[in-house]
């Protein structure tokens, strides 16, 4: 019972991680209609700045700051630079132009830090959390609760805000928010900076678990995948609750099927996005494309 | 001085030009209506005035050019659209879309008009916390009429608002919007199929066809023209 138990919590703190990548697509999948495949290089990357940061004599906290405002930034740049300009390209020149870059910065991040793989001290103590009979890691409910405040940060963002109003409104209907004085680049831009802070975030919790490479980030986004297939893809809630549900299903499968194992686990991720396509395409909380006229 | 003047305005899509030298001014606190046949030219028209497409020529706002500005700046010059389809954030909740209509707006100017407007459509006071793409199409048309109210505009540009509502849904908002002139003296451009329900709140109206303006008149003249009743109201 209480290997099932420590299994659950491991799960919502991976879940949580997948959560938060998964966000990062679902942003900028809502307000442009594009899946930023690079999210998780883009993540990756972020990593590497903390520690390159530290590398320079910065401590862990205000370097993990700095790299998360800078990764806000990047998204930003990104959004202005190669997104907006192809706004009216085909999906395939899209798509291929970010794939590009996901090749381009994996191979950016292992021209500067090379491929050998470097350790990136984790936020949390190495302590262990007793609730009666049953231990938690402080790492675990770490994560669960910093992932559980950005979440509550993000919510009172779009819910109390004006400008978080005003985000919704750009990326539900660009013309009519143009229409009420929304300056809607604007607010994509924005967009696509909370997403790169986001996966930032996602790529900060994982590179202690993993040591920090340039590869790190490629099981992570298959999960994050999941979580948003899962989710609806264009569902705030559906990534959060897919990205946990990712990662309690696939730590349950990993421990109580033998032959599956944790080799084989990433092999949960590819049936739940097939299932999900399948059985419903608009995922669990995703809006049904229908077309009133 | 009119509160809108155009002048020799052009309009259209990519290659294909839709209005030819429109000359039109619209009066302070007037209702005017401009009625034409499908794909005369109404709607490009009111995309021309609030920015939304490429135009040439001239147009006046309150004494000042807006041709050159963008449909974000327009907005902030005090025109309102409410565009073909209603336009509503489906995805928002009736209040939220009332409150991003005063986006350029203070908060106490906010709570202040949310009131006020609120008092005209009370429909939609009881509908304050659903997703306003759960509406009918009448109170969707409401909905995006008060949006528009909200940002407090000089102008009001109204693209076909009886389109898909019954003809008592439709005379119960013409009314409405001859009660909201009468209380706020507020000017609207109204683009118009539904042709003597619209004229029956309007002062003045002119005629489209094929990017033209080919009669303008007053709303009493217009209704009585024979040319007018036979093509637009449906009379022989």
């Keep these: ?293 | 001085m009119s509160l809108l003047s155009l002048r020799q305005i052009r309009a259209g899509y990519d290659a294909r030009s839709v209005l030819h030298d429109i000359e039109l001014d619209v009066e302070e606190r007037q209702i005017q209506v401009v009625l034409g046949a499908n794909g005369a030219g109404k709607t490009t028209l009111l995309r021309a005035i609030s920015g939304t497409i490429a135009r040439q020529g001239t147009i006046m706002f309150g004494g000042m050019p807006i041709d050159r500005l963008s449909a974000r700046k327009i907005v902030a010059a005090g025109i309102a659209h409410v565009p073909q389809g209603r336009g509503t954030f489906a995805d928002l909740t009736v209040d939220e879309n009332i409150r991003l209509g005063a986006y350029l707006r203070t908060a106490a100017e906010t709570r202040q008009d949310r009131e006020r407007w609120l008092t005209f459509f009370p429909r939609l006071s009881e509908r304050l916390s659903q997703q306003a793409g759960s509406l009918s199409g009448g109170e969707q048309q409401m909905l995006a009429i008060t949006r528009a109210l909200m940002l407090r505009p000089r102008l009001l540009l109204l693209d076909e608002p009886s389109l898909g509502l019954a003809p008592i849904i439709t005379q119960g908002l013409f009314r409405t919007l001859a009660a909201i002139r009468e209380e706020a003296g507020m000017t609207m451009l109204i683009v118009e199929q539904s042709a003597n329900l619209a004229l029956e709140v309007a002062d003045s109206g002119v005629v489209l066809e094929s990017g033209q303006i080919v009669l303008r008149d007053s709303a009493q003249s217009l209704a009585g023209n024979d040319e007018v009743r036979r093509i637009y109201l449906g009379y022989e």
């Excluded at chain 1, 491991?10 to 879940?15: F, P």
């Excluded at chain 1, 209609?33 to 700045?49: C, D, H, K, P, T």
């Excluded at chain 1, 979440?151 to 928010?177: C, N, Q």
């Excluded at chain 1, 609806?232 to 990534?239: H, T």
């Design chain 1, 1 to 293: 019972m209480t290997l099932f138990a420590s299994q659950i919590v491991d799960g919502l703190a991976d879940g949580a991680i997948y959560a938060s990548l998964a966000l990062a697509l679902v942003f900028s999948y809502r307000s442009t209609g594009i899946v930023n495949f690079a999210q998780g290089e883009m993540a990756m990357l972020s990593a590497y700045l903390v520690w390159q940061l530290m590398a320079w004599g910065l401590p862990l906290i205000p370097a993990v700051l700095v790299s998360i405002v800078v990764s806000f930034i990047a998204g930003a740049l990104l959004y202005a630079s190669i997104v907006k300009p192809l706004s009216h390209a085909s999906l395939l020149t899209v798509v291929s132009v970010l794939i590009g870059l996901y090749l381009a910065l994996n191979s950016l991040a292992g021209f500067i830090w090379t491929y050998t793989i470097k350790p990136l001290p984790s936020l949390f103590p190495k302590a262990h959390l007793q609730f009666g009979s049953f231990s938690v890691s402080a790492e675990t409910a770490g994560i669960i609760v910093v992932v559980g405040l950005v979440l509550l940060l993000l919510y009172l963002l779009f819910e109390t805000t004006k400008v978080g109003l005003a985000m919704r409104g750009a990326a539900s209907t660009p013309d009519s928010a143009v229409l009420v004085g929304v300056s809607v680049p604007v607010m994509l831009l924005i967009g696509w900076g909370i997403a790169a802070a986001l996966g930032a975030l996602s790529g900060i919790l994982v590179a202690p678990r993993v040591f920090l490479n340039p590869t790190m980030m490629f099981g992570v986004i298959i999960y994050a995948f999941a979580a948003a297939t899962l989710g609806g893809f264009d569902s705030i809630v559906g990534a959060v609750v897919g990205g946990l549900l990712v990662g309690v299903v696939e730590n349950l499968v990993g421990t109580y099927v033998p032959w599956i194992g944790p080799d084989l686990k990433i092999i949960v991720a590819l049936v739940l996005i097939f299932g999900t396509l399948l059985i419903k395409p608009d995922g669990l909380f995703g809006r049904k494309k229908v077309v009133r006229l």
